[in-house]
């Protein structure tokens, strides 16, 4: 379709080298699209007849009918998606489909055909996203009341909820949704009509065929049209992100599942065994979802470093833009799932959690406050009488809560029995009612909140 300049075919090597055709033919769908739509609007502006506008939509349509009854056959000869569609449709129709790539240009169709996959993309993450909230909300509501310890370090520090730690993950998964959703806002200007660069001088209507396409408009500068791929790094960027939360969970789920911790048992779903352990029930499934927030953040700096350097306006290393990302929205979708998948099969041994939450003098802040409030010590220094305390548990092997009033009062006569009801893991818990606090009372009430969409 270029070659009236050229006396020679291409080599080989070259012709591979040159070829998206075996990666972007996942964009047949949004290329067909985008071809109806501009052919439309060439019609409608009588710059091919209604006839021929006509002929070539249809022939669209039994394209269409033939990659999604057969496949999208891969010729390196034809380049990419839109070389063979357009190739194929003159098998359909004849010469007519010549005039379909009127006042058009590879570059802004591919511009085109790719923020409209980009943004069916993030609307299937954000299916995903939903998903994977409703689960941690279902959990979170189911735990509401379970004390498990609360890290810091990965040292035992407060006794917080199950449900209140679930729900953190729900404050980072609506942060990823919200990231999604302001890249499909960006994206959402149509490229098509700013031809190779420059425009057209074919009297056009963009505004149609932006329309057409579900756009909010036409994107203002061709120049920057064409050799813009922002949307895709906002999309990877957003994936990562969200990535990197699920390896978080992901990591936990890992550490939670084995013996020293017992938190959690996953579901044979979501588990493998050994070729050589009986005894071996390994969180692989969580290991592949955290494997792949590396891989998913390797995407992002590959186009980022493709496109770091690049002078207006399009150049061919920007055929490389699509792998990356269609291998981080593929990675990102499993790993949603599964992540859902563990979230609502897991079975958490509150049991085991409430007997760790006791150990490691997690009440030890809620001593230091109560000196605070009810004896009138500066905080400094109810730190430093709870620190002795502390020492002195350790030295006797037993909690907080355990030692007698009489040997608290020779740390600090101020203490008196009323400390006790602040030292078991039920009062820490129930005491933390500031607003965001793990007390019951306050994620049941964040709960009913992202239910109703206020949060």
């Known amino acids: 379709m270029w070659g009236g300049r050229f006396a020679e075919g291409p080599s080989a090597v070259m012709r591979e080298i040159n070829a998206s055709l075996p990666f972007d033919k996942q964009l047949w769908r949004q290329d067909i699209a985008g071809s109806k739509a501009h052919v439309a609007m060439l019609g409608a502006q009588g710059i091919v007849s209604a006839a021929d506008a006509a002929t070539i939509a249809a022939g669209l349509d039994r394209v269409a009918a033939d990659y999604l009854a057969n496949g999208v056959p891969v010729d390196l000869a034809l380049e990419d998606i839109h070389m063979l569609t357009e190739a194929r449709l003159a098998d359909l129709i004849g010469p007519v489909a010549g005039r379909l790539h009127t006042a058009r240009s590879r570059n802004d169709q591919v511009a085109t055909d790719f923020r409209l996959w980009v943004r069916d993309a993030i609307d299937e993450v954000l299916v995903g996203l939903r ?27 407060q006794p917080v909820t199950l449900g209140h730690h679930l729900m953190a993950y729900h404050a980072m998964t609506m942060r990823d949704a919200s990231r999604f959703r ?82 959690v048992a996953l579901s044979d779903q979501w588990s493998t065994g050994s070729s050589i352990m009986p005894q071996k029930r390994n969180p692989d499934a969580a290991e592949l979802v955290r494997g792949h927030a590396g891989r998913i953040l390797g995407c992002q700096t590959a186009l980022m470093v493709t496109m770091k350097g690049l002078p207006l306006a399009y150049s061919k290393d920007m055929q490389d833009d699509k792998p990356p990302v269609f291998e981080a929205h ?3 979708g499993l790993s949603l799932a599964a992540m859902t998948g563990m979230v609502e099969s897991a079975s958490f041994r509150t049991d085991r959690m409430r007997a760790l939450a006791q150990s490691g ?76 606090g793990t007390a019951p009372a306050n994620v049941r009430a964040a709960i009913a909140a992202a239910r109703e969409g206020t949060a």
């Open 131 to 157: 998903n994977f909230a409703a689960a941690l909300l279902d959990r979170a509501e189911e735990h509401a009341d379970a004390v498990m310890p609360g890290f810091t370090h990965l040292q035992s520090a």
């Open 182 to 263: 302001d890249a499909r806002a960006r994206l959402n200007l149509c490229p098509l009509g700013s031809a190779a660069l420059a425009g057209t001088g074919f009297p056009i209507d963009r505004g149609a065929t932006a329309a057409a396409l579900g756009f909010d408009g036409p994107t203002v500068n061709s120049l920057d049209s064409v050799s813009d791929r922002d949307f895709a790094l906002d999309y990877l960027g957003a994936a990562t992100q969200c990535a990197l939360h699920l390896s978080r969970l992901a990591e936990e789920f890992v550490l939670w599942a084995s013996q020293p911790f017992g938190f």
């Open 361 to 436: 003098h997690a009440t030890a802040t809620d001593l230091a406050d109560w000196l605070v409030r009810e004896a009138g010590l500066p905080f400094r220094e109810a730190h430093h009488v709870t620190g002795r305390a502390v020492k002195l548990a350790d030295e006797r092997g037993c909690t907080l809560a355990d030692l007698p009033l009489a040997a608290l009062q020779a740390i600090d006569e101020r203490i008196d029995d009323r400390v006790f009801g602040v030292l078991s893991v039920d009062a820490s818990v129930a005491s933390r009612t500031s607003f965001g």
């Open 330 to 332: 593929g990675l990102l």
